[in-house]
C-alpha cells in the first residue's frame, strides 16, 4: 500500500520560510507526477504546486508563484515544498499527493491524485 507522509510544518511570523517534506514509501515514486494542496480554514482544498516526474516541470498556483519552490529527489522518494515569504494567508494545512497515473503531467484538480498524506500544518502570525 502506498503511504504517503509530510513534516516540516509548525509556526512561523510573516516573512519566514519553511519547507516541507513528503516521503512516499510501498510503492513507485519516480514515475509519477507529485502536488501539494493545501486547505485553509472554512475553504476547499486547493491547488498549489505540482511537478512532473521527471521534475523537469512544475505548475504554481498564482498566489504562491514566486514564493514557493517545489522540487524532488527520486532517489530519495521525496518531494519538496520550499516556501519563502510567507504571508498569514498562507495558513493552512498542506497535503501532499500522488498523481494517479504515471507519466503524466501535472494537473491542478483533486480527482488527478491517488494517494495523499496526512496533512502538515503551517501557521504563518502576522
Known amino acids: 500500500q502506498v503511504q504517503v507522509v509530510e513534516s516540516g510544518g509548525g509556526l512561523v511570523q510573516a516573512g519566514a520560510s519553511l519547507r516541507l517534506s513528503c516521503s512516499v514509501s510501498?510503492?513507485?515514486?519516480?514515475?509519477?507526477?507529485m502536488a501539494w494542496f493545501r486547505q485553509r480554514p472554512g475553504r476547499e482544498r486547493e491547488f498549489v504546486t505540482g511537478i512532473m516526474w521527471n521534475g523537469k516541470s512544475a505548475n504554481y498556483a498564482d498566489h504562491v508563484r514566486g514564493r514557493f519552490t517545489i522540487s524532488r529527489d527520486n532517489a530519495k522518494n521525496t518531494v519538496y515544498l520550499q516556501m519563502d515569504s510567507l504571508k498569514p494567508e498562507d495558513t493552512a494545512t498542506y497535503y501532499c499527493?500522488?498523481?494517479?497515473?504515471?507519466?503524466?503531467?501535472?494537473?491542478?484538480?483533486?480527482?488527478?491524485?491517488?494517494?495523499w498524506g496526512q496533512g502538515t500544518q503551517v501557521t504563518v502570525s502576522s
Open positions: 510501498g510503492g513507485s515514486f519516480s514515475t509519477f507526477a
Open positions: 499527493a500522488r498523481s494517479r497515473l504515471p507519466w503524466g503531467v501535472v494537473v491542478g484538480t483533486k480527482s488527478a491524485y491517488e494517494y
